[in-house]
């Protein structure tokens, strides 16, 4: 699939490159100077040796001088000696500064930006989908921030090494032809100069701009190389996973594999990228290199003749000849880097795409007040929400004041509205319509931290870290340790703990050490309940964490988990309506809206009710397994 090209304007493609070289700048503050310098001597080196050795053969073929020949051999050593420890030196340096550089970069930008950036917008698709576009153009071909870390200082480099050629081959179009040249005095015409001079310099570009089209060739590959890159990812370490190594060898599921390697595989040789490589590409990468011979061959013949008529001496045709051909090399890079920044904008536009993403969420500027008694009161007022990307309400005119220090139960199907009622009431997300007070203000006006620190959660789905235990329960690295110990034994962990060799210190899964504790669905949620009972937040949540356990097991967790909330205002949701029964009210969802609200003595009660049926039909279930 070709990739669809933008003509962007030259302002918005230099802007871009400026941008991401002041982000790079900033991440990795001695990078550049010390690549730009290395970049600067790189250029240079070959014409001082050029220029040396000139000067070397002109004495030779001259008058032979002792004194002199000694001088510019004593200069060719020591230019050698410095540079190499110069060089040598800052490669040391930049290699250091490089050798992280593309994690590091990443982490710096896109993680840092992730981690800013709402919650809302973080769980959006098109935030996802911008994402993972970034990622497989650099492991592409390193477009983006990635490409622009090489393309500026080979930019300075073709610059540098152009005006030290320039400044090598001035003289061959300034030094005359003898009167005594004869016809070839027509060297001497004064437009002979410049048209040799456009000629030479047309040619270059037109080797630039040729390797410039092989580039944009390769690129407009992109679409098929990601969609490669991303099967290659996944099939590719498909062997390797032992959560899907049972179904693989069930069900032959490698012969997939097999399937996309041989049919999706934009690096193999009957592929479409290794076509147009023997095609289009090698078609311009060979005209390129065409015409780079035949500019040398110009000025061959052009410094041949000249030192022929007697303007200069033999080794004055090394010099030119290689200050020229080089300048050719760093005219036809030149062009050639400049059509890569042309390419490379259309990344760079997605990737700060990505990163100016608004955070469009009001912060509020209230202080939360910090209660020891606990005293919260939460309101929904006429809410409703939702999700980007449909016309379907999630929730719908909900109207619920929370009870202070009571329990409060959230039932009902799948896709009933229960997480986003949680999603919202956390502020993860803002409703469309209606509001959420906290003791009588809009949550929008405190201030966002402030608000979040109120709640402890565990959802369904919460994730664990390959970190230490007690690491894991308090969110970072120095912590209470009592305070851990106490969570994880009020948590029904306390067992486990005490048959563990290094305690809190244990590390679990196997991720980052061979002594890494591999810790049971079960264990992992009562880790999960003691992070919640650590934070010891005035509002505490259990979304669903048990929903893979049976149903005896989970009323088992929650019953044990009341007695530990204390005087907290707990909420419990669940599908299952056995586990909540202890509650003092039960929220029933139905498609996005509160359909009932009470307890369980009086909703099962409700023939007509949706919790009466819910819990005839899961009763009914539970008897006959």
């Given amino acids: 699939m070709k990739k669809e090209t933008k003509n962007l304007s030259w302002s918005k493609i230099i802007q871009l490159h400026l941008r991401s070289i002041a982000d790079i700048h900033r991440l990795f503050p001695k990078l550049y100077p010390y690549m730009i310098v290395q970049r600067i001597l790189d250029a240079l080196k070959p014409y001082i040796s ?146 040799l001079f456009l000629l030479m310099i047309g040619i270059s570009a037109l080797s630039g701009f040729c390797l410039s089209k092989a580039a944009a060739h390769t690129s407009d590959n992109t679409e098929s190389a990601k969609f490669s890159n991303r099967l290659n990812s996944f099939y590719g370490k498909l062997g390797s996973q032992t959560k899907r190594a049972a179904d693989i060898r069930l069900y032959k599921q490698q012969t997939i594999s097999l399937h996309y390697f ?49 303007a200069f001496g033999v ?29 490379n904008a259309e990344y760079l ?44 309400w999630a929730l719908r005119h909900v109207n619920v004041k929370f009870q202070i220090g009571s329990r409060l139960a959230v039932v009902g ?88 060799p290094e305690g809190l210190d244990t590390q679990l899964y196997k991720d980052f050490s061979e002594d890494g504790v591999v810790i049971s669905g079960g264990e992992a949620q009562k880790i999960a309940i003691a992070r919640a009972l650590y934070k010891d937040a005035p509002f505490i949540i259990l979304d669903e964490p048990t929903a893979a356990l049976d149903p005896i097991a989970e009323a088992e967790i929650y019953a044990q988990f009341n007695q530990i909330s204390g005087d907290r205002t707990a909420i419990y949701i669940s599908h299952r309506l056995s586990s909540c029964r202890f509650c003092d009210e039960i929220l029933v969802f139905d498609k996005g809206e509160i359909v009932q609200k009470g307890s369980h003595e009086t909703l099962v009660t409700l023939e007509n009710g949706k919790y009466h049926e819910l819990w005839h039909a899961q009763a009914q279930y539970y008897a006959e397994q």
């Fill in 50 to 195: 050029i220029y040396i050795s000139a000067q070397l053969i002109n004495e030779l073929a001259g008058l032979r001088r002792a004194e002199v020949l000694w001088f510019w051999v004593f200069l060719a050593i020591s230019y050698a000696v410095v540079i190499a420890l110069i060089s040598n030196l800052l490669n040391y340096v930049k290699n250091n500064q490089t050798a992280f550089f593309g994690s590091r970069k990443n982490q710096g930008l896109l993680t840092a930006k992730l981690l800013s950036m709402d919650y809302a917008d973080m769980d959006n698709q098109n935030t996802r989908d911008l994402y993972y576009q970034i990622m497989q153009n650099e492991n592409w071909m390193n477009w983006g921030i990635q490409r622009t870390f090489q393309l500026f200082p080979n930019i300075v480099k073709d610059v540098t090494s152009i005006i030290g050629a320039i400044a090598l081959t001035y003289s061959l179009f300034t030094i005359p032809v003898p009167d005594t040249a004869g016809r070839l005095t027509l060297l001497n015409h004064p437009l002979f100069v410049p048209a």
């Fill in 262 to 310: 041989t049919h999706y595989n934009i690096w193999g040789l009957d592929s479409k990228l290794a076509k147009e490589s023997a095609g289009a590409v090698g078609i311009y990468s060979a005209i390129a290199d065409g015409i780079s011979a035949l500019f040398t061959g110009i000025v061959y013949v052009f410094s041949c003749l000249k030192a022929w008529t007697g």
């Fill in 315 to 343: 080794g004055s045709i090394t010099q030119y000849v290689g200050a020229v051909t080089a300048l050719s090399g760093s005219l036809s890079s030149l062009v050639r880097l400049v059509g890569e920044m042309k390419v």
């Fill in 349 to 392: 536009e997605i990737t700060y795409d990505f990163l100016d993403i608004p955070n469009s969420m009001y912060q509020g500027s209230l202080t939360t007040e910090k209660r020891s008694d606990r005293q919260y009161e939460v309101e929904f007022q006429d809410v409703s929400f939702q999700y980007s990307g449909t016309d379907r």
């Fill in 413 to 500: 199907e799948n896709g009933s509205g229960k997480t986003t009622f949680i999603k919202l009431l956390c502020r993860l997300y803002d409703p469309q319509e209606g509001r959420i007070l906290l003791n009588g203000i809009d949550i929008r006006k405190y201030n966002y931290r402030d608000y979040m620190n109120i709640f402890s959660v565990v959802f369904q789905d919460f994730q664990l870290l390959s970190q230490p235990l007690g690491a894991n329960v308090a969110g970072c690295k120095a912590y209470d340790r009592e305070r851990a110990k106490k969570a994880l034994i009020n948590a029904g962990f306390g067992e486990r703990l005490a048959s563990l």
